[in-house]
T-cell receptor
Framework: DVKVTQSSRYLVKRTGEKVFLECVQD?????MFWYRQDPGLGLRLIYF???????EKGDIPEGYSVSREKKERFSLILESASTNQTSMYLC???????????FGPGTRLTVT | DAKTTQPNSMESNEEEPVHLPCNHS???????IHWYRQLPSQGPEYVIH???SNVNNRMASLAIAEDRKSSTLILHRATLRDAAVYYC????????????FGGGTRVLVKP
């Protein structure tokens, strides 16, 4: 089975802290994605990567950065967490850009 | 991005079929129709996708209107485990990567 894992299910951070969210997939997928999910807004794409060291902005990249040093790992970084970044963060991966995406279980981040 | 319109919620009885409609009147020729579902406290899960022809897999069937302005996801025999939010998404085959999720349809399955 395809497996996408995320480092934490729940995370609480303080305003101004630097936050790292990790995502690992074990299927040798080329493409990886970070979304956030908020009530009433659905899922919104933050960043995606189609290869190691490559990244592309999604719809809402402001306040976030990403890192992909290895094919299986895609990290989302909040340089200075703010309360409006309290959300559910979902990582996904797929073989090719147009294929079905496999999602991780999500990380619920609360910034106080 | 082309938009989709789905009912907010639907109810079904266990063991009965469920027909989930989706309108996408501004669909373009390169847009694929994808369906995902999200069970409580889980990430979204791929269900099915198609371009022009009807599609079947072990989870569901996808019926696409001839003009492609609408489609219907069919769960043939609903079980309690099918209770989830179902998302109809248009994916631009030319642009590739992005999935744009709307509000989805919350499906309640009654025993």
């Amino acid at each position: 089975d395809v497996k996408v894992t995320q480092s934490s299910r729940y995370l609480v951070k303080r305003t101004g802290e630097k936050v790292f969210l990790e995502c690992v997939q074990d299927m040798d997928h080329e493409n990886m994605f970070w979304y956030r999910q908020d009530p009433g807004l659905g899922l919104r794409l933050i960043y995606f990567s189609y290869d190691v060291k490559m990244k592309e902005k999604g719809d809402i990249p402001e306040g976030y950065s990403v890192s992909r040093e290895k094919k299986e790992r895609f990290s989302l970084i909040l340089e200075s967490a703010s309360t409006n970044q309290t959300s559910m963060y979902l990582c996904a991966s797929c073989i090719r850009g147009w294929d079905e995406q496999y999602f991780g279980p999500g990380t619920r981040l609360t910034v106080t | 991005d082309a938009k989709t319109t789905q009912p907010n919620s639907m109810e079904s009885n266990e063991e009965e079929p469920v027909h989930l409609p989706c309108n996408h009147s501004t669909i373009s020729g390169t847009d694929y129709i994808h369906w995902y579902r999200q069970l409580p406290s889980q990430g979204p899960e791929y269900v099915i996708h198609g371009l022009t022809s009807n599609v079947n897999n072990r989870m569901a069937s996808l019926a696409i209107a001839e003009d492609r302005k609408s489609s219907t996801l069919i769960l043939h025999r609903a079980t309690l485990r099918d209770a989830a939010v179902y998302y109809c998404i248009l994916r631009d085959g030319a642009a590739g990567n992005k999935l744009t999720f709307g509000g989805g349809t919350r499906v309640l399955v009654k025993p």
